[in-house]
């Protein structure tokens, strides 16, 4: 190889190799510190563009998941609600023993009456009740519908219904229906069924508008069988929000399954392996250092031309 003085082809070398090692001991140092193994799109595009797609994925379980358990607490609210209203049937019931005594006198039993029109007005104000500006129960098939929602007819056509989906594809995907609960048709009842068009109400109209005990009805306007059928109308609606609110349970667990799957493979593209970066980093650290030296070592060759002039 001739020796010259403007060209110094060992350095030239040397300070290209010492950029690319310098390049990748940065490099190495950033996907350590970030705990990423793609930090540009150059690094892995094709990756990238997969991690992308999955973890756009995995936001929108979030999203789902989240709106489940809004569900959830929704039926949660519901049920206590109708548990509530169980318990007011039974006090009824009680009331309806105590007022048929023999022994008790009229002022006892205008005692047992003004308490059992107080419970009617509670009643229809629980059924009025709102989780988060929505109501909790249905008097109508749809919520700006005028076709009255029937406790015992077909659920699929004749009650207020909410769709919750489970999975990120929206209303193409799979969903479960939750139901507003017609409570108020359910303690209705006329000629052995249940109907919404009587219940305790004002004499003549006959519907479930006590919205005082002024127009509420009479103990002795209602049989004991009346409150036995109501009280087994509202655990046949507690057995649906029970049975809606355990395919929420097993669509938060599915989904909580699958958005984890979806982590895992996001990991595998997008996060650096430490160990396997950290060899490299001592590697890199160690190529930076004899590049640099072979440098210092090929910039001193041209003094040899010196002594050959001298």
């Known amino acids: 190889m001739p020796l010259s003085i403007n060209t110094n082809y060992a350095a030239v070398t040397a300070s290209a190799n010492l950029a690319r090692n310098n390049d990748l001991l940065m490099k190495s140092m950033a996907r350590l510190a970030s705990g990423k193994r793609i930090i540009d799109t150059a690094d892995d595009a094709g990756g990238l563009a997969v991690a992308m797609k999955l973890n756009s994925s995995i936001e929108k379980l979030k999203g789902v998941s989240s709106n489940i358990k809004n569900a959830i607490s929704f039926l949660d609210v519901q049920d206590g609600i109708m548990q509530g209203a169980a ?74 219904t909410i769709s919750i989906f489970t999975t990120e594809g929206g209303v193409s995907g799979p969903k479960v229906s939750i139901h507003k609960a017609v409570i108020l048709s359910a303690i209705t009842f006329q000629e052995g069924r249940v109907s919404i068009n009587k219940a305790f ?65 996001y990991g595998q593209i997008m996060d650096v392996d430490i160990a396997e970066e950290s060899t490299r980093l001592a590697k890199y650290q160690i190529l930076v250092q004899a590049s640099a030296s072979m440098l210092a070592q090929a910039n001193m060759m041209p003094n040899s031309a010196m002594m050959l002039l001298g």
Request: charged share 20%; no cysteine; aromatic share 8%.
């Open 87 to 160: 318990g007011i049937l039974e006090r009824m019931s009680e009331l309806k023993s105590l007022s048929q005594d023999v022994l008790k006198n009229s002022a006892d039993i205008n005692t047992y009456n003004t308490e059992f029109k107080n419970l009617q007005v509670q009643l229809y104000q629980m059924s009025k009740e709102k989780f988060n500006g929505v109501s909790l129960f249905a008097t109508k098939t749809t919520s700006t519908g005028s076709i009255d929602a029937v406790f015992g007819n077909d659920n699929s056509g004749t009650d207020n």
């Open 201 to 265: 109400g004002a004499s003549g109209t006959i519907t479930f508008a006590a919205t005082t005990s002024a127009n509420a009805r009479e103990l002795a306007d209602f049989e004991t069988s009346f409150f036995t059928q109501a009280i087994e109308n509202v655990a046949s609606l507690r057995a649906q929000n029970g049975g809606a609110m355990s395919r929420l349970e097993f669509a938060t667990s599915n989904l909580d399954r699958t958005r984890a799957n979806l982590e895992a493979s």
